[in-house]
Structures are given as C-alpha cells and as structure tokens.
C-alpha cells in the first residue's frame, strides 16, 4: 500500500474542502477503500475521514419519506423498524448484503460508492489492460473469464457490473441523493461505462453524498429486493431485482409497478419496458412471465454471463409474484 497523508475531517465544509486537494479521497467505514488500498488499486494521496463528521448518520421520517445520512451504517439502516415496514425493498438489499461485521462498519454513503468487483481491475499486479482502473489501456476481462460481468449496458471499453444491492432498490423507489448544493435521482447517479468507464457516477471532485431521501408510496410500502447468488450469503448478486408493486382496489390490476435489476448490468438497471408492460393488466403468472422477459431486452452475453440472461427474467417474476400474493 502506497504511503498516504490522513486528515480526519471536523465538519462537511472541512472535509469538501481537503477534498479538493489531488489525490484525495474519502473514508468513511473503510471496508471498500482499505481493501483497494490494499490490493493496489486504489493509491490516495490524501485520505480525508469523513467518519467524525456530525449530523451525517440520522435516519429521520416524516409523512413525505425518510431521510437516511451517508453516514449512517448499513446495519442501523437495515434493522430500523420504520425502513422494514415502509421501504422493505431497502431494508432487505442491505441485509442480504455483505456480512454482519461488514455491515457494522460500512456506511450508505460508501456502499453507493462502492467500486466494481471485476477481478481484473482488482488485480493490478498480473493484469495491466482495465480501462476502468486506467484509462485506455484496454480491458482484460473482454475474452476472459466473465461469469460475473454484465449483459446490459456494457461498452466495449467496460463489461463491469455494478455490485452493489442498495442502489437498485433506491433506484426501484425514486431515491434521490443529496450531495450538499444539490440533489439528483438515484438514477441519474450512477453512469454507463461508454468510452469513460472510469467515471462512475456524477460526483465532481469535493463533491460528497450527505444523505438519501426516500419518498413514500404504496409502491415502497409494497416492495421487495430479491437476490440470488452463487452461496445463501456473504455474496454478491448473480442477479437481483427489487420490485414495488400497488395493486388497484379489486386486487388484481396493476396500477403501479417498478422494476429495477441487480447484478446484470453496468450499473442499476431500471426496466422500465417491464413496467409499461404491467401496468394496467390483471396480474397472473403468464401475463408476468412474458412481461418479465423483456427486462433483459437487449442483453449480450460475453461467454460466462450467458446464465444471467435466463436467469433474471426469473428473478424479476419471483420478485412480482410473490409481491402480488401468487408465490
Ligand atoms: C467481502 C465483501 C463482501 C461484500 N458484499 C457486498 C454485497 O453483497 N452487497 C453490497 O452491496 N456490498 C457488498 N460489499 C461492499 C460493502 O457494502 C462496501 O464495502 C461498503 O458499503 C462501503 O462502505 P464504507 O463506508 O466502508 O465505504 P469506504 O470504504 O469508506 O468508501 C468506499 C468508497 O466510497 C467513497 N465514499 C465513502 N463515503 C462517501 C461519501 N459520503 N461521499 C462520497 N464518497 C464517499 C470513498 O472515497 C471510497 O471510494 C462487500 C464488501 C466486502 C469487503
Ligand atoms: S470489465 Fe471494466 S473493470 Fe473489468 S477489466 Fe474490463 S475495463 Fe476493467
């Protein structure tokens, strides 16, 4: 691990402004940047910690949503008894997510930013060409081993997928995320890899997320995160999906319904073709399987991934089903 300067940061404004600096970055539980500190990924020259900074860790409802700080730690997030009963699509993504030990240190604000697990861009040492870790060198995993990369929203400079849980069911229940002087959709957060796989979400250089802000609907109160993966924890998602689902009064038309993936594409992936598909139809099993096929619409198998494009249309009339009280 390179040598670095540490700055424990005394308020927001104190740590946007170390920030600034070159080669800075910030710490906030630790668990994602020491471990690409470690493996040579991650080389900064400033660590600014974040995680001393006060009125970033709250949890606050009110009638219009919650307002959940970047601070605040996965597990505290997961296992407030308001997030279960109103956004259970949040609460479960953190659950299934990482370990317990992991989830007592990491923080939201982190785990939004938490960088790809492609095993090449983690593995500097044997692996040169990853244009994500460093622009134009190519990309190793392009013809390699991909049983983990993604089939949607993929370039042909990057095939990562996005790892995290958290950030498809925000994107599932219209998050938005404060990054002090303003706020953007979590969907507008991340970005496609394009020809800047490097750049991964909008963040500008000082720039820090203070805190996500749910809205409450009948489609958050009702909603789920469904993850599938290769052991029944401690993994990452094969593929997921996190549904919120509002039935009208006769308890089968569907008035409103979001559908969003994990685990398959470069980042968060809002189905929104799915949706359209749904939204006004009786609910029953064919009518959800053939809509749920087109979330993959568009998809392109790299060799290993081929699975996913079977498997998350799947996952997604599971995640439908079961929230329609079929399963
Ligand atoms: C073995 C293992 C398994 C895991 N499994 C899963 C899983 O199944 N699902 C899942 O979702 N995650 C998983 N994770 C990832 C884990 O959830 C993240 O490591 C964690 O959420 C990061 O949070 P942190 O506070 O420790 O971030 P840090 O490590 O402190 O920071 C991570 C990155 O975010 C930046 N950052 C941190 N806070 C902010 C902020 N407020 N504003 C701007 N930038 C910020 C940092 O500069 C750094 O680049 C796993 C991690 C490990 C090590
Ligand atoms: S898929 Fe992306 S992260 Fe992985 S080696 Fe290629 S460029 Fe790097």
């Not at 020491?34 to 991650?42: F, H, I, M, Q, S």
């Given at each position: ?32 940047l ?11 020259e ?10 970033l ?28 009963a ?10 299934l ?11 939201i ?16 040492g ?88 749910i ?85 392109v ?27």
């Open positions: 691990m390179k040598d670095f300067d540490y700055i424990r940061a005394a308020s927001l404004e104190d740590a946007c402004q170390r920030a600034m600096q070159s080669g800075a970055m910030f710490l906030a539980g630790g668990t994602t020491l471990d690409l500190a470690k493996c040579g990924v991650a080389e900064p400033v660590v600014v910690d974040i995680s001393h900074v006060a009125g860790s709250q949890i606050s409802a009110d009638g219009n949503g919650v307002t959940i700080g970047a601070l605040a730690r996965m597990e505290d997030v997961a296992g407030s008894p308001g997030i279960k109103d956004y259970p699509a949040v609460a479960q993504s953190l659950s997510a990482a370990s317990p030990q992991l989830r007592n240190m990491a923080t604000g982190g785990n939004l930013l938490q960088r790809t697990r492609c095993p090449y861009f983690r593995d500097p044997t692996f040169d060409a990853c244009n994500k870790r460093n622009p134009g060198s190519g990309c190793a995993a392009i013809g390699g081993v991909t049983r983990n990369h993604a089939v949607l929203g993929t370039s042909s400079a990057c095939i990562a997928s996005y790892p995290g849980d958290l950030a498809v069911a925000l994107v599932a229940l219209d998050a938005t995320i404060s990054l002090g002087e303003r706020t953007v959709s979590a969907e507008d957060f991340f970005l496609l890899p394009g020809d800047t796989p490097e750049r991964e979400t909008i963040l500008e250089r000082g720039e820090m997320v203070t805190a996500v802000f809205p409450s609907s009948p489609v958050a109160k009702n909603s789920t995160y469904l993850k599938i993966r290769d052991r029944q924890s401690y993994e990452f998602a094969a593929a997921s999906a996190a549904v919120g689902l509002e039935l009208e009064a006769d308890r089968r038309t569907i008035k409103d319904i979001r559908v969003v993936l994990g685990g398959v594409a470069t980042k968060p992936w809002h189905a929104r073709s799915v949706e359209k598909a749904l939204t006004g139809k009786a609910i029953d099993i064919a009518t959800v399987e053939t809509a749920s096929r087109l979330a993959v619409e568009g998809a198998s790299s060799g290993g991934n081929q699975y996913k494009i079977e498997l998350a249309p799947r996952v997604v009339t599971r995640a439908i089903l079961t929230m329609g009280g079929l399963l």
